[in-house]
């Protein structure tokens, strides 16, 4: 499944009770959760089954644990983007057999998947965007309005490469960036 679209992002965001007693952490984390759960990384350069994501959701809520809504924005914002950071690099993504370099030919697809790494510098980019756009913000209750968008943003702007073996009788590695899009 892609990830949800952004209107689903955002209307769910906005029936979220961001109140600051006690039950924000929980609530941010599990509407995040929800858009992220089913999220397959599908890279313009890679075809077929081509990810698997497990978000690190509990490394997420532990990061805004101390997170009030009402805090200073600069605070909050960074508070939120480091968590997201640290999820990300805590989380796991693995291109599956059976990906491929289109067109799909035995040269180009996939046999065995040796490893699937999240780019650090594009973990970097996304967190430096997503605060630099929060604050831009005018904050809405509190809040940065934006956040479900930033959010987004930020997943989809999160590469990772791919290696392994093709399916040709002589094993020739393949090295695949892949980038998260709609």
Not at 26 to 55: E, I, K, M, Q, Y
Not at 80 to 91: E, P, Y
């Amino acid at each position: 499944m892609a990830v949800d679209a952004l209107a689903t992002w955002e209307d769910t965001w906005e029936n979220l009770p961001l109140d600051a007693v006690g039950a924000f952490p929980a609530t941010v984390t599990n509407w995040l959760d929800a858009r992220v759960v089913n999220f397959t990384f599908n890279p313009a350069s890679l075809g077929g089954p081509v990810s698997a994501f497990t978000w690190a959701k509990a490394t997420f809520q532990a990061g805004i644990t101390n997170m009030i809504p009402e805090l200073d924005q600069n605070i909050g914002v960074t508070i939120l983007a480091n968590a997201w950071r640290d999820a990300i690099n805590a989380s796991t993504i693995n291109a599956l057999v059976g990906s491929f370099l289109p067109p799909d030919t035995p040269a180009t697809r996939f046999s065995v998947v040796s490893s699937t790494t999240i780019d650090a510098a594009s973990v970097t980019a996304a967190r430096s965007a997503l605060i630099a756009a929060l604050l831009a913000a005018q904050p809405n209750l509190g809040f940065p309005f934006p956040v479900p968008t930033e959010l987004r943003t930020a997943f989809l702007s999160v590469t990772y490469t791919a290696t392994g073996l093709h399916s040709l009788v002589i094993p020739v590695s393949l090295t695949v960036p892949g980038i998260a899009v709609l």
